[in-house]
C-alpha cells in the first residue's frame, strides 16, 4: 500500500507538469482552432531561463526559487508573444496547413538557435529551492515533488480564475465561441489572441522548470518528449477544454508512473499514445471534451 501512494505522488507530479504544458497548447486551440507545435521549445526556454537566473540568485531559497519561476515565466510569455505577432499573425487568414507548416518550422527554429546560444551538452539544472526529504509513515516525500504539486495547482486555479472572472478571459471565451461576433462587440481579437499566446507560453515556462526541478538537466531538445506528452494529454482530456487538459495531463502522469514501476517498464513512453488511440476509438472529442459540428 505504501508502495501504491508513493507511485501515486510520483505519477501526480509528472503529471502536473504534463498538464501545465498542456494547458498551452489547449488554449491556443481554443481560441485560434490550431495547435502551436512550438510550444514544446518554449518549454524548453522556460528551462534554460531558470538555468541562468537560477544562477543570480542565492541557491536553494524560497523567495529565490519564486523569484526565478516569475522572470522565466515573463520572458517567456514575452517570447510567446513575439512568435504570435512575427509568424502566425500573418498567416491569420491561410490554410491551417500552412501555419502548422510555420509552427513546425519556428519549433526548429528554437531547437537549433538553442544548440547555437545554449550548447548542444545537457546542463545540471541548479537546486533554486530549499531541497528537503520528509517521511511521513513509509512514504518519501521530496520538497521538489511538493513544490511541483503546489506550484501547478496555484498556477491552475489562478488560470480559471483568469478565464473566468476577468475581462480579458470573457474576451477569451468570445472570441474562442465567434470571433467576428466578438469584434462586433469591441473585441480587440489581436490583443486576446496575443494575451492568450503570453498566458500559455508563461505556464510552459513553469512547467520547464518544475520538470528540471525532477530531473535536473536541462538541453535544447529536451522539450520533444514532455511536449509530445503534453499534447496527448490535451487530446486525451478534451482539446480546447482547460480542465480537460489538466485532468488529461494528471491522467497520462500517473499512468506512466504506474508503468515505469511495473514489468512493463521499456514501453512506459509507449503507453501514452496507446491510452490516446483508446480514448480516440471510443470517444474522439476527449474525457471532458464535447461533440460539435464544425460548419465548412
Not at 11 to 22: M, W
Not at 149 to 166: D, E, F, G, P, Y
Amino acid at each position: 500500500m505504501v508502495e501504491f501512494f508513493q507511485q501515486l505522488l510520483n505519477g501526480l507530479s509528472l503529471g502536473a507538469i504534463y498538464a501545465l504544458i498542456a494547458l498551452g497548447y489547449t488554449m491556443v486551440y481554443g481560441v485560434l482552432r490550431f495547435i502551436n507545435f512550438a510550444h514544446s521549445d518554449v518549454f524548453m526556454v522556460g528551462a534554460f531561463l531558470g538555468y541562468y537566473l537560477g544562477r543570480l540568485v542565492p541557491a536553494g531559497t524560497l523567495w529565490g526559487g519564486l523569484a526565478v519561476l516569475a522572470g522565466a515565466m515573463a520572458g517567456c510569455a514575452l517570447l510567446g508573444m513575439t512568435i504570435e505577432r512575427l509568424a502566425y499573425r500573418p498567416l491569420r487568414g491561410a490554410p491551417t496547413l500552412n501555419v502548422l507548416i510555420t509552427a513546425i518550422g519556428v519549433s526548429l527554429l528554437l531547437e537549433y538557435s538553442g544548440q547555437v546560444f545554449f550548447g548542444a551538452a545537457p546542463r545540471n539544472f541548479p537546486a533554486i529551492f530549499p531541497v528537503r526529504t520528509f517521511h511521513v509513515g513509509g512514504l518519501v516525500l521530496g520538497s521538489n515533488q511538493l513544490i511541483v504539486i503546489l506550484v501547478s495547482v496555484v498556477l491552475m486555479v489562478v488560470l480559471q480564475l483568469i478565464v473566468h472572472r476577468t475581462k480579458i478571459g470573457t474576451a477569451m471565451r468570445a472570441v474562442s465561441l465567434n470571433p467576428r461576433a466578438a469584434v462586433l462587440m469591441g473585441v480587440n481579437n489581436d490583443v486576446v489572441i496575443s494575451f492568450t499566446f503570453g498566458l500559455g507560453s508563461a505556464l510552459a515556462a513553469a512547467g520547464g522548470i518544475l520538470y528540471a526541478l525532477n530531473y535536473p538537466s536541462v538541453d535544447p531538445l529536451m522539450g520533444l518528449m514532455p511536449g509530445l506528452k503534453a499534447f496527448v494529454a490535451a487530446i486525451l482530456g478534451g482539446i480546447g477544454n482547460i480542465p480537460g487538459a489538466a485532468l488529461g495531463g494528471l491522467l497520462l502522469g500517473t499512468t506512466e508512473t504506474f508503468v515505469n514501476g511495473s514489468q512493463w517498464s521499456t514501453y512506459k513512453d509507449a503507453i501514452g499514445f496507446a491510452v490516446l488511440i483508446i480514448i480516440l476509438l471510443f470517444r474522439p472529442a476527449g474525457l471532458l471534451g464535447r461533440f460539435t459540428i464544425e460548419k465548412v
